[in-house]
């Protein structure tokens, strides 16, 4: 069985910084492409940023030039760093993989249970 989990969510002041990390484990041949999502209260989730495989990155206008994804060293981990955070970052950030899992031939979406982020002074 495949599963996501995230971690490094917290309540940091405006201008503060956080690191969010997501792990993937299970029977997991390859990963095509992991991201970020956010939803905050009565609002749509929405895409943070992700990236391939081949290292291409896609970041939403909201958090360009504040947030950063890279690659762990750990297997299938992804990291969010969040620096310049403002009170609308506030939201349960969610972690979203595309992966192939083992002895299957196509890939499936799978989401982490979400990290809850609150920036307030």
């Known amino acids: 069985q495949v599963q996501l989990v995230e971690s490094g969510g917290g309540l940091v002041q405006p201008g503060g910084s956080l690191r969010l990390s997501c792990a993937a484990s299970?029977?997991?041949?390859?990963?095509?492409?992991m991201g970020w999502y956010r939803q905050a209260p009565g609002k749509q989730r929405e895409l943070v940023v992700l990236?391939?495989?081949?290292?291409?990155?896609n970041y939403a206008d909201s958090v360009k030039g504040r947030f950063t994804i890279s690659r762990g060293n750990a297997e299938n981990t992804v990291y969010l760093q969040m620096n310049s955070l403002k009170p609308e970052d506030t939201a349960v950030y969610y972690c979203?993989?595309?992966?192939?899992?083992?002895?299957?031939?196509?890939?499936?979406?799978?989401w982490g249970q979400g990290t809850q982020v609150t920036v307030s002074s």
């Open positions: 979203n993989a595309d992966l192939i899992r083992s002895g299957s031939y196509y890939s499936v979406h799978y």
């Open positions: 299970g029977s997991i041949s390859r990963i095509n492409a």
């Open positions: 990236i391939t495989s081949s290292g291409s990155t």
